[in-house]
């Protein structure tokens, strides 16, 4: 029963495993390369992070006529760590053991970055608290906290939110934290300087800089698995040639992320497979000897999806399998013309013998589509009769390039040594 037939192609478990390990792998590549780039990007914020904090060192350094010069150790460590940042920058890996040893080597650095600004701030503590002691005059602390405009107020100079907001500010100072991040600490930082009124202290410190504290703490315990995430939905967006939304870090960012990244999982791992099938049924068909000589893409207005393929059948037939974006497949044998119109009498007669004829090598396609992986489900087949007789209209198709088409001039001696021929594979 060869009319027009109607299924839902799936692969077998064996096949879908494959074509999921086959993505797993992409995916971990791409991840892994955008991973390494994040890192970097991260390593040159750190190094900038350093810089003021080498400054302040030298110039404290130089008040204090300081024989030590820790300021030279720091920037001698910077610019070997310039230095290697310059060399991944260079290099392009694409194999995902050099890139893991890449992220592991980069993220021991910036773990190395961050206890290089901690003992620096330290340092620029201890050099700071000689300094005022010997010069008896404020001059700021490691972290640029002033609070210049609190120095007429005595009451406000004596309030111990000023030593709770600097403790704060400055025991966050030294973490590797997002740019966002970094702009909000250098914001209340220079907010902090310009109070002026000793009621405000508490309401500041318990508003603003409590709630950011505990934030950039709760990045530094899940950050990793917000940027990683963060990482997998670029990937998968850029794949499928869509955007997404990147929400800013929370815990409902986290959840949002997930539910994003496995939602687009889906929508790959379906396409992909429509993919592999459509790939599958095209190299069968050529196995076969059917060569294919047109295409085209429609979307109805009710937004599903139809692709089209031309495979032709003898001189003047074609095989159109249309594939619908609910993963549907259909194949019908029709007769060629460049008009929309329907068969004669005569046509529809001899296209149900084609239909009949086309009935072991469809038998012979779907054990090809077995051994590739792909069973038919839910098959609906109707019988090759003139009722199912149509005109295909080749002037909606894109054709491909050499193709010679024949329409309207099918002879049925012709038709009939092509469809002995195909009998015989």
Request: net charge negative; glycine share 6%.
């Amino acid at each position: 029963m060869s009319g027009p037939k109607t299924a839902r192609y799936t692969l077998t478990e064996e096949q879908r495993r494959a074509l999921e390990e086959q993505r797993r792998l992409q995916q971990q590549l791409k991840e892994l390369s955008q991973k390494r780039n994040m890192l970097l990007e991260q390593a040159k914020d750190a190094l900038d992070k350093l810089t003021p904090f080498a400054n302040r060192e030298s110039q404290l350094s130089e008040l204090l006529n300081d024989d030590e010069r820790s300021h030279m150790k720091i920037q001698a460590y910077m610019a070997n760590c310039r230095n290697r940042i310059e060399g991944y920058q260079s290099s392009s890996a694409e194999d995902p053991d050099v890139l893991q040893a890449d992220i592991s080597a980069i993220e021991e650095m910036l773990g190395d970055m961050k206890r290089a600004a901690k003992e620096a701030g330290g340092e620029i503590e201890r050099l700071s608290d000689r300094y005022y002691n010997r010069m008896l005059v404020d001059v700021g602390d490691a972290f640029e906290l002033s609070f210049r405009g609190l120095g007429s107020q005595r009451g406000v100079k004596e309030s111990p939110y000023i030593q709770k907001i600097r403790d704060s500010l400055g025991e966050i100072s030294s973490l590797l934290l997002p740019q966002s991040f970094e702009q909000r600490l250098s914001h209340l930082k220079e907010e902090a300087d310009k109070i002026e009124s000793p009621d405000f202290l508490e309401n500041f410190y318990s508003l603003q800089v409590q709630p950011f504290v505990k934030l950039c703490r709760a990045y530094e315990e899940y950050g990793e698995t917000y940027n990683e995430l963060l990482i997998s939905c670029r990937c998968l967006a850029e794949e499928l040639g869509i955007g997404t939304e990147e929400p800013v870090f929370s815990g409902e960012a986290i959840r949002v992320l997930q539910e994003e990244k496995q939602r687009l999982e889906q929508i790959i791992a379906e396409k992909q497979e429509q993919e592999y099938i459509s790939q599958a049924i095209d190299e069968a068909m050529e196995e076969m000897g059917y060569r294919m000589i047109g295409k085209r893409s429609v979307s109805k207005r009710s937004g599903k999806k139809f692709s089209n393929r031309l495979y032709e059948f003898e001189e003047g037939t074609a095989v159109n399998v249309t594939y619908s974006s609910d993963g549907q497949i259909s194949m019908e044998l029709g007769a060629m013309d460049t008009a929309d119109r329907t068969p004669t009498p005569e046509e529809a007669s001899e296209l149900a013998e084609d239909m009949q004829a086309f009935c072991t090598d469809y038998e012979k396609l779907e054990q090809k589509l077995i051994e590739k992986g792909i069973v038919a489900r839910h098959m609906m087949r109707l019988p090759p009769t003139e009722e199912y007789a149509q005109i295909i209209n080749v002037s909606e198709y894109d054709i491909e390039d050499g193709a010679q088409i024949a329409c309207g001039t099918r002879t049925r001696r012709a038709r009939t040594e092509k469809s002995v021929r195909h009998g015989e594979f």
